[in-house]
């Protein structure tokens, strides 16, 4: 099996629609098409949400490292269906199951993103992922999503 390329931050702003301050992929360390990715977001003290989540404990909030999760797992769909995505396609969330949180997530963390293919039936796709600090699964969960393609 070839190596991959890391995806830089212009490829990425390229297949994903998410812009500041929703954009929550910085890189893609490795993927194999149809698999698993491994992505990851830099988590700093600028993060608008930080003003609010908690000003005097700043904590990422779960529900934003699950889109994290999710939008990594669309990356992988996206360069795994390439030939069959158009331009402007996007992927919607359909279902969030056995979501976990097991620690924080805070500024000056790296959180690592790890998201695998269970199934995909036409355009209708099942996730697995975790979230991982320093080698520690933060949070996990089991995604769905369906893919919608520009009209």
């Given at each position: 099996m070839p190596e991959v390329e890391p995806l830089e931050i212009m490829e990425i702003m390229r297949l994903l629609p998410h812009r500041y301050p929703f954009l929550l992929v910085d890189r893609v360390l490795d993927y194999t098409l149809g698999e698993n990715i491994q992505a990851l977001k830099n988590v700093t003290m600028n993060e608008p949400f930080f003003q609010g989540h908690f000003p005097l404990e700043p904590v990422m909030p779960g529900v934003l490292v699950i889109e994290g999760l999710a939008q990594a797992g669309v990356?992988?769909?996206?360069?795994?269906?390439?030939?069959?995505?158009?331009?402007?396609?996007l992927a919607y969330f359909t279902g969030i199951d056995k979501a976990k949180f097991r620690r924080k997530v805070v500024p000056g963390d790296q959180l690592i993103y790890d998201v695998s293919i269970l199934k995909q039936k036409g355009s209708f796709?099942?996730?697995?992922?975790?979230?991982?600090v320093d080698g520690k699964v933060v949070?996990?969960?089991?995604?769905?999503?369906i893919l919608v393609k520009n009209k």
């Open positions: 990356l992988l769909v996206f360069l795994s269906e390439k030939d069959h995505v158009d331009a402007g396609s796709i099942k996730l697995e992922a975790k979230a991982l949070a996990q969960a089991l995604l769905s999503a």
